[in-house]
């Protein structure tokens, strides 16, 4: 299997060098050079380690067997807390929840870097070699990062994250992970800041080479590819061969899109719903085919508050038929003028997408109506989903994705329920246990002289 940037001008690589390298030299994304067979008689009553084995198999094609994928997967997939790994639940009156939310941190992430951090541990040792992974977080991505990769022999990470700017269960999630390959800083900025640094060091040559610099970011194919597994997994059990509607609460357009790669693998998706908070770029994009930037605005669903979406670039691809100099000259224009409009002629292409825009208020009331009529308790990002799959309701069996456990966003939870969500028990001594981090200003070279000093750099608070 080989990949190729969405901008056409980066050589074909093999899986290990898309999994090491994230993005492609000409800053595209890469994607499979032809789509793997459709898995047309995938059984999806099996477990699913086995189940995801057989759908990533042939993507990690020429780099892994599939032994040593499906051997990855129960490894990774042990960590969740339920016996299904991704139990399916009945709303009444409503759509299927698939609640992605079972694993380390409570949040949908952790079914793809669970994965990721095996992956890289595995390539790394193939190669002899070790990386440091620096990265910014908000919240989710953060910590589903930390958990993947604490005690990894080829990884040390280090993720930034906005000091006293993030909630209180997502900096402990992170910063009371105790292992000596991991390191917490808190920097005195925003969310913005602590991006550009990483941006940063990632434009500094010498710094990128010296310390052997990695990511893990969303556009990361690899997470891809795990999201896929779910996709089969939940429009199996729930359609049985008929097509499903699957609604998406969505961000950087990662979850989203793996459920296109599924579809084109044979599962029966019949539409795709895209849920948006009050973040509505992707709904103008799929109500008319432009693209306008505008100031994210901070909304209940924090981890949707994203104004670019770059996951969208490998859809825009399949749109512009796989023409990467079409693709490049968009993303160019859109970067300098901040709007793009589709060429009428692919628009039709994205027949079977829709958008919907969801505000605070909908979503509480949506949290509000679940709880009452189903006892169902929802974090705001999957009412968001709920809200816009109810919108959409039709023909077809409706499932959604249930991308946070309610106990991530308690604030949330309790002005629209009156209930305050308790924490899983694995994690109700988050509020007793040390935390471990280090508060740095917003210099570029005080932040690279610390991560230099890493080995040394303990620092307990
Ligand atoms: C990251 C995240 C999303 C958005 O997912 P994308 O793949 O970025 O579209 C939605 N909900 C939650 C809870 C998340 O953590």
Redesign the pocket.
């Known amino acids: 299997m080989k990949y190729i940037s969405t901008r056409g001008q980066s050589p074909a690589i093999g899986f290990g060098d898309v999994l090491l390298t994230g993005l492609a030299p000409d800053g595209g994304l890469y994607v499979p050079e032809v789509w793997p067979p459709r898995l047309a008689e995938l059984d999806v009553d099996r477990p699913y380690a086995e189940v995801a084995a057989d759908v990533m198999a042939p993507f990690v094609d020429g780099s892994l067997t599939h032994a040593e994928v499906a051997a990855m997967a129960v490894d990774a997939y042990g960590t969740f807390e339920h016996p299904d790994v991704i139990p399916i639940v009945d709303l009444p009156g409503g759509a299927q929840l698939v609640e992605l939310f079972h694993g380390p941190t409570l949040?949908?992430?952790d079914v793809a870097m669970q994965m990721l951090g095996r992956l890289f541990d595995a390539e790394l040792a193939r190669r002899s070699t070790t990386v440091t992974i620096v990265g910014a977080t908000s919240g989710?991505?953060g910590s589903a990062a930390i958990e993947a990769f604490r005690g990894r022999e080829n990884v040390r990470i280090v993720i930034l994250h906005p000091h006293e700017r993030t909630s209180a269960v997502q900096r402990r999630q992170m910063t009371t992970v105790d292992a000596s390959n991991v390191r917490n800083v808190a920097i005195e900025g925003t969310f913005d800041d602590c991006q550009d640094l990483v941006k940063a060091m990632f434009a500094d040559d010498v710094f990128r080479d010296e310390i052997r610099l990695g990511a893990v970011n969303?556009i990361n194919w690899a997470r891809i590819m795990a999201q896929v597994v779910y996709y089969r997994w939940a429009v199996g059990r729930v359609g049985r061969g008929e097509p499903v509607s699957v609604t998406?609460?969505?961000?950087?357009?990662?979850?989203?899109f793996a459920g296109r790669v599924a579809q084109r693998m044979g599962a029966a998706i019949g539409e795709f719903v895209v849920a948006s908070n009050r973040n509505r770029i992707l709904t103008q994009f799929f109500d008319d085919g432009a693209m306008t930037t505008n100031p994210v605005e901070p909304s209940l669903?924090p981890?949707?508050d994203?104004q670019v979406?770059s996951?969208l670039e490998r859809l825009i691809f399949e749109l512009l038929d796989g023409d990467g100099a079409s693709v490049a000259e968009l993303m160019s224009t859109f970067r300098a003028d901040g709007h793009i409009e589709l060429p009428a002629a692919c628009r039709s292409r994205a027949e079977g997408w829709v958008g919907e825009s969801v505000t605070d208020e909908q979503t509480i009331e949506r949290m509000r109506r679940v709880h009452e009529t189903s006892g169902v308790v929802l974090?705001p990002?999957t009412a968001v989903g709920v809200e816009a799959a109810e919108r959409r309701a039709g023909d077809l069996p409706q499932v959604v994705m249930a991308?946070?456990h309610p106990a991530k966003f308690p604030a949330a939870v309790e002005q629209a329920t009156g209930i305050a969500p308790a924490l899983p028990d694995r994690l109700a001594d988050l509020f007793d246990r040390p935390e471990y981090y280090t508060v740095l200003p917003n210099d570029l070279s005080v932040v690279q002289q610390w991560i230099r000093d890493f080995p040394t750099a303990e620092s307990r608070s």
């Open positions: 949040a949908f992430k989710d991505t969303s998406v609460p969505t961000g950087n357009f990662g979850n989203v669903s981890s949707m994203i979406s996951n974090d990002h991308t946070a």
